[in-house]
DNA sequence: CCTTGAGCTGAACAAGTGTTTAGTGTATTG
DNA sequence: CAATACACTAAACACTTGTTCAGCTCAAGG
């Protein structure tokens, strides 16, 4: 139980798992209220509104989750998941929705894990080990969507893998064929990527 | 106007397009019917229920993209989507949000592009344009990934690109990264990989 | 012509929603 | 000790939701 904190707290710990599993709209303050062991009038005596209670989830997730990517010096999202599977995927699953209903505080994450994601790759590029790109920035949008798409995986995606449902098996399979991309790429040759070029140049 | 069409279609039309922008949840019968210059009475009465619509909805967009994907030889999303972007994004989004509720529907639908995805993946390394995998199918599942993440990109993350909200010149930009990424990788050497599969190994 | 049936509607209904209100108990404080 | 403030609740309220109902319109068929 966690019954040793304090009422806010409760309330707002199941609001964020219950937004995390439902959704926002689908989510409803009595469910939340019962969640937490409390009654649904108490939830807005703290927090104002539903709307309230979002901002304030918002607000919550984004330091736990930020805290978190400070923590780890060079963010690794797979070794970072499966420290805390449930925990951290809830949190990141919080901010996916949030980022698909348009929140403010989805705006502040983003800019954040993109420009983090933008300067591994420069510290990288500066160590060797990457290499250069024509399009940082562009560059880190795809990898920052590549791992919040992976983490946040539908179920019915995961099924094509045989698993039932997500879990660290499904993260752990997928890691190789990633990891195989960013070395080595998909093409053999360069040929795509000329046309495109060409293509681009001549509108 | 698409007054011409059958109050049954122009219905079913309108629930796709709020389904798509909104969530099946968040859409309402009534603005269902509004758009589509009926009563709400009326929308229950061709289709039963809210959930009935649903599956009408589900049925039609798997159909319309099953037939495009069949339409395009080799499916090449970027061309695909450009092509009519605002209608094939409208699909895909619908189908992306039937994939987070895990409607029936959306397994077919998941079923069929990684499957779709891994047939390119074998024609191309039978062409030698494409290397092998270690495990074609989580490679599928990745690509599928990449390109419905790119496609439904949330508004925060296209924002910084610069681009107020998603569309065509989003998509661009992010088609020289991903390129890239492809016929290259990222990283200069295979020491991660290695590490990983020397992991892996272990455990 | 009249009957039938289908498309269609406004109004009402029942359930669920977020929120308000009025009030309880329980500490803390002057 | 009295008073104030605070955490908390049950019940009611106002509104939205999906759905039902009774009835309208009107073209097709006998």
Request: proline content about 4%.
């Amino acid at each position: 139980m966690s019954s040793d904190l304090t009422a806010q707290a409760r309330i707002r710990n199941a609001a964020v798992e219950l937004f995390a599993r439902d959704g926002f709209a689908k989510a409803n303050v009595r469910a939340i209220a019962a969640a937490a062991g409390v009654s649904a009038a108490l939830v807005i005596h703290h927090f104002g509104s539903k709307e309230g209670l979002r901002t304030v989830c918002d607000e919550h997730v984004l330091e736990v989750l930020l805290r978190r990517s400070r923590a780890a010096g060079q963010p690794d999202l797979l070794r970072e998941y499966l420290a805390d599977p449930d925990g951290y995927l809830m949190h990141v699953r919080y901010m996916t929705r949030a980022m698909a209903d348009d929140a403010p505080t989805a705006q502040a994450f983003v800019d954040r894990i993109v420009a983090e994601s933008e300067e591994i790759h420069r510290n990288g590029v500066a160590a060797g080990t990457m290499r250069e790109s024509s399009d940082p920035r562009a560059l880190a949008v795809l990898n920052v969507l590549i791992s919040l798409g992976t983490l946040t995986m539908p179920p019915a995606l995961a099924r094509t893998l045989g698993d039932e449902k997500f879990g660290p098996d499904t993260l752990r399979r997928l890691a190789k064929p990633t990891l195989e991309l960013y070395t080595h790429g998909l093409y053999t040759d360069d040929a795509p990527l000329r046309a495109l070029e060409k293509e681009m140049s001549e509108s």
